[in-house]
């Protein structure tokens, strides 16, 4: 995208930078698409609306609220991996709507490039998503995005990126607009601190001028409010520009409405229809959001209360219509239900850097329950694995022991074997550590979500215990370097601790109760060899992510702007004591 910017006119070769549109703090951060966002350029006569879309499926609900302003796919596909498990959810949504797509293979230029096995790929993909004849007969590029160019010879080297260009003019159809008066269904909402409630879509019929008067419309047809339109903007490049008239096919930003949202029809006062919108994919995994009730609450953080946590979930679960929120049961938090790990750790991390404080519970997948026999469902994942072969049976033992089977295996080139499991969702939590620590960090794993089937019983979960701290202060280095025959610590020396944080990792199945702040006792006795250097193995780091996934079910994370620490949900010792004699009597 930044070299059809760049090579249309849109953007002056200095302007944009790299990746233009991964403009999100923490899409530049881990290198991923995580909001789908809008653009245009002018080719020619031609205005081409491009709408740049994630490809992991936990943000599958950014794909599948988008895919009603668009006409047709362009499809990205690396020249050495292939497709992976991403391009299958995105172009299945796609199918799913008849749209036809545009097969681009990218760094044709890189070693190893293998085209005519990719292309292979791409063909038995289209033929498993059921692609009709006319989805299957779809035009083919060879490009460079790096270098700015395509070609549709893999043995030429184009000049420009105008091949591509050319070809989305002549494949793509123009939008297919109605006669009659201005409708538009909303797909995305975001807020702008002068402009206020933003709602962004493609207009269906009609035109549209500032401060007219519209009504917008729920699913049901109800009216939601009436409003007068305070600004129109288009979007020319990654901007937005403030337009006099919007027409049918045009997609614009509207402002001016306190309580539409995504998924509502805007329309003239006299229309009473609304547009049909697609219904999202249910949520797979929750979790629940609490206050942070550890000694050390509220000395990072100033939004700590339940009161300002409600609001900003309540906030962020009507803009991305692929979250559900709701109250716990006993009233002391929120369960956040959402696609996966990645997703609802984004969301996190987002609130953290906000000013929040939370407490983050393990995750749990949601069931269901079969309406014709009554057995309970759970989710499950297709899990792609590339991995040199010598440590492919590591992978497909650990991947059994958490009720995963293996519906196939082949070689893919360079010593490298893929795997293609099938496995509870439930049974996957936690395991990425361990997958790179049997693949000495060379493997790559992929997850998608692909059903509900019946519950498979009970899963392994962690093997190994936690150190917990048994009182609070400072953590002493001389104290860690005697912990460390236990096992692997999370903390470093000097930290502040508390009674019930979690330490380190306990090197047998345990939890174990210690003293990080234990100090040398000082004597009066001067000899050589008395004094001993310590020297502390580098502390065991992980992210967000990795945290969430670690956690057992009575254990929390705490979350704060400037930590992220582990701790035992129930902080005094002889409070677990009880609890887990009143689990084995139950």
């Not at 797509?101 to 005519?116: C, E, M």
């Not at 035009?139 to 420009?160: H, N």
């Not at 269906?204 to 519209?214: E, Y």
């Not at 937005?240 to 306190?258: K, L, P, Q």
Request: hydrophobic residues 35%; aromatic residues 6%.
């Amino acid at each position: 995208v930044d070299k059809l910017l760049e090579q249309s006119g849109t953007l002056d070769r200095n302007q944009g930078g790299e990746r233009v549109m991964d403009s999100n703090d923490q899409e530049k951060e881990r290198g991923i698409t995580i909001l789908a966002k809008n653009t245009a350029i002018k080719w020619n006569d031609y205005r081409i609306n491009i709408v740049d879309t994630p490809g992991h499926a936990d943000f599958g609900g950014e794909v599948e609220r988008v895919m009603s302003m668009v006409d047709s796919v362009c499809l990205l596909v690396d020249a050495v991996d292939g497709p992976m498990p991403q391009t299958r959810f995105v172009t299945q949504k796609a199918f799913e709507r008849g749209l036809r797509p545009i097969v681009v293979i990218n760094k044709i230029d890189r070693p190893g490039a293998r085209p005519d096995w990719v292309m292979d790929e791409i063909f038995d993909l289209f033929d498993r998503l059921g692609a009709t004849e006319e989805q299957l007969d779809f035009p083919v590029l060879f490009a460079s995005a790096k270098e700015g160019w395509a070609s549709k010879e893999t043995e030429t080297k184009g000049p420009d990126m105008a091949c591509l260009f050319d070809t989305i003019i002549d494949y793509v159809p123009p939008p297919t607009v109605e006669d009659g008066p201005f409708r538009m269904l909303v797909t995305t909402l975001e807020s702008d601190p002068y402009l206020g409630r933003v709602l962004t879509g493609r207009i269906q019929s009609g035109s549209l001028t500032a401060n007219t008067t519209v009504q917008a419309l729920n699913r049901d047809g109800g009216m939601v409010e009436k409003a007068r339109v305070t600004k129109v903007q288009a979007f020319r490049g990654p901007a937005r520009t403030e337009v006099a008239t919007a027409c049918a096919g045009d997609i614009v930003s509207i402002a001016g409405f306190s309580a539409a949202t995504v998924a509502d029809t805007l329309c003239d006062v006299g229309v009473s229809a609304p547009i049909s919108a697609d219904p999202v994919d249910p949520p797979t995994l929750a979790m629940v959001f609490s206050i942070n009730d550890s000694p050390m609450a509220g000395r990072d953080g100033e939004k700590v209360t339940s009161r300002v946590i409600r609001t900003r979930l309540m906030a962020e679960a009507e803009g991305n219509v692929a979250i559900r929120i709701r109250e716990t049961e006993d009233g002391n938090g929120f369960e956040v239900a959402g696609r996966g790990e990645l997703q609802l750790g984004v969301l996190i991390e987002t609130m953290r850097r906000e000013g929040f404080e939370l407490s983050i519970s393990r995750p749990r997948v949601l069931t269901r329950e079969d309406p014709d026999t009554g057995q309970i469902l759970e989710p499950f994942e297709d899990v792609l694995v590339d991995v040199d072969e010598e440590f492919s049976g590591a992978v497909f033992e650990a991947i059994s022991k958490r009720k995963g089977r293996m519906e196939e295996m082949r070689p893919s080139g360079g010593g490298k074997v893929r795997l293609l499991f099938v496995a509870p969702s439930r049974g996957m939590i936690g395991y990425h550590g361990e997958f790179m620590t049997d693949t000495r960090g060379t493997g790559v794993i992929n997850r998608m979500f692909r059903e509900y089937g019946p519950h498979v019983g009970p899963v392994a979960g962690r093997h190994s215990g936690v150190l917990i701290s048994n009182a609070g202060g400072n953590s002493v280095a001389y104290a860690l370097m005697n912990l460390e025959d236990r096992g692997a610590m999370s903390t470093n020396s000097g930290v502040t601790v508390y009674e019930g944080m979690i330490i380190g990792e306990n090197s047998r199945g345990n939890d174990l109760q210690v003293n990080p702040m234990k100090a040398k006792q000082l004597t009066n006795i001067r000899a050589s060899g008395t004094d001993e250097a310590v020297r502390l193995t580098p502390a065991k780091r992980m992210s967000l992510e990795q945290t969430i996934a670690y956690i057992q079910d009575d254990e929390l994370v705490e979350v704060t702007p400037r930590h992220i620490r582990l701790r035992k949900r129930s902080l005094c010792p002889h409070d677990r004591k009880r609890q887990a004699r009143q689990a084995v009597t139950a």
